[in-house]
T-cell receptor, first 118, second 109 residues
């Protein structure tokens, strides 16, 4: 079955760069039509899409965060990595990765809570 | 401010039918299909409806979706206490070139 799991630090300092890894199983990142996205949710707030990468390496970024985001995939490890630069306390949120098939997020990771604080 | 507009709250009693609206524009709902997600507080979002009105395996037929023009709706019939959750609409936005979510609707049963 399809599963995704996010990993990364739980605490980052302001101005630091956040690196999150999504380890995928049950599907291949090289399969036609497959995508993996990152979505975040600040405490008590709505879902916000961040970035999306497809099997053919096409990448999409939230316009409001594009300058700070980079999404990549490692097909051999079946992992997707998101980096976000210049972290700020307002970036405190639960970060989810999710399988996209092709434009609905049908399987989600459990999420990882990231706190930005000095 | 979300690109897609949802009412912040909705409520109903067990057995009732409730609908949740989602308003967008030509560049998103107007030209793309709509998905709905359910998030029970403290849990991960779950895909409830995709392609405007399709239910993934395991989703009860009490849940239905529809779309007309630049708006979409989620209907829940035979309301149950376990349906108490946050509901989010989402679609692709051709202008923003990416997915967009609504602000979410908290359903109280």
């Amino acid at each position: 079955q399809i599963t995704l799991k996010e990993s990364g630090p739980t605490l980052v300092k302001p101005t630091q760069t956040l690196t999150l890894t999504c380890t995928c199983s049950g599907f291949s990142l090289s399969t036609s039509g497959v995508g993996v996205g990152w979505i975040r949710q600040p405490p008590g707030k709505a879902l916000e899409w961040l970035a999306l990468i497809y099997w053919d390496d096409y990448k999409y970024y939230s316009p409001s965060l594009k300058s700070r985001l980079t999404i990549t995939k490692d097909t051999s490890k079946n992992q997707v990595v998101l980096t976000m630069t210049n972290m700020d306390p307002v970036d405190t949120a639960t970060y989810y990765c999710a399988h996209s098939n092709p434009r609905a997020f049908d399987f989600w990771g459990q999420g990882t809570m990231i706190t930005v604080s000095s | 401010q979300s690109v897609l507009t949802q009412p912040p709250s909705a409520s109903g009693t067990p057995g009732q039918r409730v609908t949740i609206s989602c308003s967008g524009s030509r560049s998103n709902i107007g030209f793309n299909t709509v998905n709905w997600y359910q998030q029970v507080p403290g849990t991960t979002p779950k895909l409830l409806i995709y392609g405007n009105n399709q239910r993934p395996s395991g989703v009860p037929d009490r849940f239905s979706g529809s779309k007309s023009g630049t708006s979409a709706s989620l209907a829940i019939s035979g309301l149950q206490s376990e349906d108490e959750a946050d509901y989010y609409c989402a679609t692709w936005d051709d202008s923003l070139n990416g997915p967009v979510f609504g602000g979410g609707t908290r359903l109280t049963v």
